[in-house]
């Protein structure tokens, strides 16, 4: 079964630092990979996702993330945060079931702090 | 602009009241999900739809049930709402591939005391 893991609840940075946000994750087949961001009192909405065209995937609002097979990784980065980056960060993986449905499994989310 | 939108942003109930919440998406989206979010366990899967009447368990099902008689509604049903589903109640549409993305409602945050 899929699963995703997210190192740090909290982060914090200085604006204008490097953002890093660590997701590993667990598939026994090749994944689709997901970071959804959501800011306060609103749902999720979609940064980026990955479907094995590329292994670095740009999404919105200046954050990429690089997916890692040999690592079992699929950080997301954004070189100089901004305060408005402030918001809780989820990584999400999907599952397909034989029926051809499917469903995402989240990570426990991380919180970005951006301190001025 | 695709929307999802949920009946209600804030939601007060007494424990073992029936509560409704309901989701309704504009995209023609096959699945239709309902999620809960608690601080420190993200977002767990409650129930998901792919298709008109049909529904699937997902991970945290216990204590709740669905509707789904139209495709672009989704109702999550509390039989009897107890005070350990206090909780955020997410809502979300997807399309019919597993890479699709799937939109969110902005969620529906319920108390029951």
């Known amino acids: 079964a899929q699963s995703v893991t997210q190192l740090g609840s909290h982060v914090s940075v200085s604006e204008g630092a490097l953002v890093l946000l660590r997701c590993n994750y667990s598939?026994?087949?090749?994944?689709?990979l997901f970071w959804y961001v959501q800011y306060p009192n609103q749902g999720l909405q979609l940064l980026l996702k990955y479907t094995s065209a590329a292994t670095l995937v740009k999404g919105i609002n200046g954050f990429e993330a690089e997916f890692k097979k040999s690592e079992t990784s699929f950080h997301l980065t954004k070189p100089s945060a901004h305060m408005s980056d402030a918001a809780e960060y989820f990584c999400a993986v999907s599952q397909t079931f034989t029926s051809g449905t499917y469903k995402y499994i989240f990570g426990t989310g991380t919180r970005l702090k951006v301190l001025a | 602009d695709v929307k999802v939108t949920q009946s209600s942003r804030y939601l007060v109930k007494r424990t073992g009241e029936k509560v409704f919440l309901e989701c309704v998406q504009d995209m023609d989206h096959e699945n239709m999900f309902w999620y809960r979010q608690d601080p420190g366990l993200g977002l767990r899967l409650i129930y998901f739809?792919?298709?008109?009447?049909?529904?699937e368990k997902g991970d945290i099902p216990e204590g709740y049930s669905v509707s789904r008689e139209k495709k672009e509604r989704f109702s999550l049903i509390l039989e009897s709402a107890s005070t350990n589903q206090t909780s955020m109640y997410l809502c979300a549409s997807g399309g019919g591939r597993t890479y699709n993305e799937q939109f969110f409602g902005p969620g529906t945050r319920l108390t029951v005391l």
């Open positions: 739809s792919y298709d008109v009447k049909m529904k």
């Open positions: 598939s026994s087949v090749p994944p689709y």
